[in-house]
């Protein structure tokens, strides 16, 4: 968390109006992020016929990092045994803004970010197969 304070541009620009505007602290969003993980644990936890595809704006596995730093946590969370318990078809993410395409058990893990403006390739080039639900 000391990394992530100091090192990411998101703990000194993002305010919370329900603390009077003060800065957004890395304690913050790790309460946010169990409690939005117990949330998507009871979901998929329900039975559901058909496929089941999630989406998340963080990155639910370390395999989605370029290399592992001290900000890497702030990227991709490790949530490789939770993979495994609900084994959905496909987890789609973003905010490592780079291609990655990999599988945890039977779950295809895939970025669906294209990057920041100016570094926006096409997206057919990055992502061929995304729409391919097969």
Known sequence: MRHASS???????????KTGFKRVTPPQTATIFHEHLTWLD????KHFDGETTVVTH???????LLKETALGPCYASDLENFI????PKRWLYGHTHHPANFKVGTTLLQNVSV????????????????????
Do not use: C, T, W
């Open 7 to 17: 090192g990411m541009n998101d703990y000194k620009s993002i305010r919370v109006a």
């Open 42 to 45: 009871g979901k998929l936890s």
């Open 58 to 64: 963080h990155a639910p596995h370390r395999k989605a």
């Open 84 to 87: 495994m318990k609900h084994q």
């Open 115 to 134: 990057g920041y403006p100016g570094e926006v390739p096409p997206l057919d080039s990055l992502h061929p197969h995304i729409f391919d639900l097969s």
